[in-house]
């Protein structure tokens, strides 16, 4: 199979996925839930926006007939100049009074529908701080932030024009129809004739429409999806030259995305001829119908005017509400996938009245614990476990064994599926999340970096901490050597992800990370993996003060950085197959025995 086949499948199987486009109605309980954001501004600005919007539309439907009722058949036809120059300055006045109207009724509006996406953007924001890990296993980077930002961007002109369109344009057409039907009833139903047929056609229409807006976002999600991981997996790709078929993949999406747009845009763009197709049938009948009735004595000149006022103002609104509903259709597509996620229930929760842990002793026990990531196989099988306070446990054991399931456990990023993990006798289930997060710290092999400086990545285990205590933590764990060295000290910026940093100098901010949030219980996830031998044991020398008191935990593939722990326990397959200190596992002679000897015959071949 070719790399852009295989890239094709992959893109058919993401299409399906979480993103398929759905063939469902129009859900109106979702897009009052998405309208009660508006409502914090529902006693300011909103009726502002709406007084404001009906002084307007009172002007528009007052004009026509001030020019063609009363201008036309009383001012006009009597030849009354002193009239008509009140009824000039009487239209003016209204005209100006409904820029003023109009002017407020936006700058309102623009203030309500800023703050609405700002609300929604923060709400949805803080709610994924708080989803588990399962949630993003289950979804790239890209796709989320598909979420934050474009599809809360794309609602910003359903609020601040769409919502106050809609309310104008149905009080319009409202108004137009009943001026017209008490003016000439028989009139008014003659060029109403043709909304019937309208309707049929415009419903069809607005179907297909929703459709295809609905795939433009999914093609939209994939190809920011495709450029994150591009982006975040650049370097393996230009390892292994694959740049050609990188871009021909992206190139496909951007294709299948352009195909998208180019067939929502035509089908939105067939709703507007149609609707002036509509007028151009209403005038005919106006025209007809009009002039009979005028040779009739059924009405005067005046009133065929204001009609055909009238009759080019009520096919207007029609078309913006066919924009409007075009509106609500990417609102729903968006606010679909918006809601997805706020509904979203954590599946690690925090129970009602969970209990705030004020200060931790270290002392962890598992007992029965299972645990599965899918229905396939076990990480962990029956485990039981003490972790004595102040303790230091090694987790040996080969890949996929057990041991970084076991320290999620006890972050608690994840809930075990049976039985139960406890600190100082507490279930971890009955405690804040807060509580259990504060006092346990943990350091990874793949360390981030945020985008800032020196200062304030090490601070950001303990935003209150003062420079001292930085500068402290820092030369504690041999990290002050190398920052004293760059060019602003600890005020350096580095660049997204820590670029400028070499693999150890990272880890080792990571190590004054969370040193300096200062926790009971600290886990070293193959920490010291990206480090070299030297400055692994100038760390392995300052740990020996700063774990006194401590429960440490420490996953390490290079056995020679445990000889020191209190108890080694090796896994195998998600089970405790032995555990104790480095002698007494040596002189078993088991699976940590054969383990060191691989490794230091490892060690001799190279």
Not at 87 to 94: E, K, P, R, S
Not at 237 to 255: D, I, L, P, V, W
Not at 567 to 578: F, P
Request: charge should be neutral; proline fraction near 2%.
């Amino acid at each position: 199979m070719t790399e852009k086949s295989h890239r094709s499948k992959k893109n058919s199987r993401f299409h399906y996925s979480l993103d398929s486009a759905i063939e469902k109605p129009f859900n109106w309980p979702q897009m009052t839930r998405l309208f009660s954001y508006m409502k914090p501004y529902s006693k300011n600005l909103l009726p502002l926006a709406i007084i404001a919007m009906i002084i307007s539309t009172a002007v528009r439907l007052t004009t026509p007939v001030l020019i063609g009722v009363y201008a036309l058949n009383n001012v006009i036809y009597q030849r009354d100049m002193n009239a008509l120059v009140h009824v000039v300055v009487l239209i003016a006045g209204l005209y100006m009074l409904s820029w003023l109207a109009n002017t407020l009724r936006i700058r309102w509006m623009n203030m309500l529908g800023q703050n609405v996406i700002y609300d929604l953007r923060q709400s949805l924001f803080k709610h994924i701080q708080r989803l588990s890990h399962r949630f993003f296993d289950q979804r790239s980077a890209g796709s989320i932030l598909v979420r934050v930002t474009n599809d809360v961007n794309s609602l910003q002109d359903l609020f601040t024009n769409g919502v106050i369109n809609l309310l104008m344009d149905v009080l319009l057409l409202i108004g137009i129809f009943i001026i017209l039907f008490v003016y000439s009833p028989e009139l008014t139903l003659a060029i109403m004739v043709i909304l019937p047929i309208m309707f049929v056609i415009s419903t069809s229409l607005r179907r297909k429409i929703r459709r295809s807006w609905q795939v433009v976002r999914i093609k939209q999600s994939q190809i920011n999806s495709h450029l994150n991981e591009s982006i975040q997996g650049i370097r393996v790709t230009q390892s292994y030259t694959q740049e050609r078929e990188n871009m021909a993949f992206f190139n496909e999406m951007n294709e299948d995305n352009f195909k998208a747009w180019r067939n929502a845009t035509q089908q939105n763009a067939m709703f507007r001829p149609f609707v002036e197709m509509s007028n151009a049938i209403g005038t005919a009948i106006l025209i007809w119908y009009g002039v009979t009735l005028i040779q009739s004595g059924s009405i005067d000149i005046g009133t065929f005017v204001m009609f055909a006022f009238f009759l080019g103002m009520f096919w207007e609104p029609i078309s913006r509400l066919g924009q409007v509903y075009n509106q609500l259709l990417m609102g729903m597509a968006s606010s679909e996938r918006i809601f997805e996620f706020l509904d979203e229930k954590p599946s690690v929760p925090e129970k009602d009245g969970a209990k705030d842990m004020k200060q931790m002793k270290g002392h962890i026990t598992f007992e029965d614990v299972e645990f599965a990531y899918d229905a396939n196989r076990k990480a962990l099988d029956g485990i039981n476990l003490e972790m004595k306070q102040g303790e230091t446990v090694a987790l040996v054991g080969h890949t996929g064994s057990g041991k970084t399931t076991i320290v999620n456990l006890i972050s608690r990023f994840y809930d075990p599926t049976s039985g139960s993990v406890k600190i100082d006798d507490h279930d971890l289930r009955d405690l804040t999340l807060d509580s259990i997060r504060q006092q346990v710290s943990i350091v990874l092999q793949d360390t981030f970096i945020f985008s800032g400086t020196i200062m304030e990545n090490i601070r950001f285990g303990r935003p209150d901490a003062s420079d001292e205590e930085v500068k402290r933590a820092a030369e504690m764990v041999g990290a002050s050597a190398f920052i004293e060295q760059l060019k602003n000290g600890y005020e350096t910026e580095v660049e997204e992800r820590g670029n400028i940093l070499s693999v150890g100098e990272r880890q080792l901010l990571s190590f004054a990370r969370a040193l300096l949030a200062d926790p009971q219980i600290l886990i070293l996830d193959e920490a010291t993996a990206s480090i070299d031998t030297e400055t692994e044991q100038k760390i392995q020398n300052a740990l020996q003060t700063l774990l006194k008191g401590r429960t440490a935990i420490i996953i390490a593939h290079r056995l020679s950085t445990i000889r020191e722990a209190d108890n080694i326990i090796v896994l195998d397959h998600g089970q405790i197959v032995e555990q104790g200190n480095h002698e007494a596992l040596m002189n078993h002679q088991g699976h940590y025995y054969n383990l060191v000897r691989a490794q230091f015959q490892a060690m001799e071949a190279s």
